[in-house]
């Protein structure tokens, strides 16, 4: 058998044809439905490790479905190149309550990041609110190690009732951030 007769152009053209399927199928996934990221550095721990392979989905950024406890990547408010991985503690109109932010409100648009790792990630504590037009993803589930593979959301870390509290008069949201022990 030669190799000549799998080269010919009709196998040639129904390769690069199909090839070209896969890729855009690929692609079109990836920029709208929802692709696998690896996470370093260690803001998000114990929730994420350095080097875990998470699940992420696009369609509840971009439908504007986030909710406080979602764990999302964002553009750097700083660095456009860098994604960064942080848990929504508040959204707009929450106002937020810690050592660096005394009793802030969350502008309209903009939602409230904080890393897990409380001492160990730079977070809108630092930088501020962060644009909602900033986030890309949404971490759902962790797919590497398999010993850890699990759901991201509802963590046991975030424990809405403890750190959201509704103002009964008004109806506005507080978040108070506790320190890691």
Known sequence: MSLSRFFTRKNVVRYFTGAGVVYCVAHTIAAHVGELVICSGPSMHPTIHDGDLVLAERLSV????????????CLSPHESDQLL????????SDFVNSELLPNMRVPRGHVFLQGDN?????DSRHFGPVPAGLLQIRLTLRIWPVSRFGWLSNHWFWEA??????DPKDGRHTTRFYPRT
């Open 62 to 73: 971009n439908s504007g479905n986030i909710h406080r406890g979602d764990i999302v990547g």
């Open 118 to 122: 409380y001492l160990a990630s730079t």
């Open 85 to 92: 991985c942080k848990r929504v503690v508040a959204k707009e």
């Open 161 to 166: 009732e403890e750190n959201v509290k509704r």
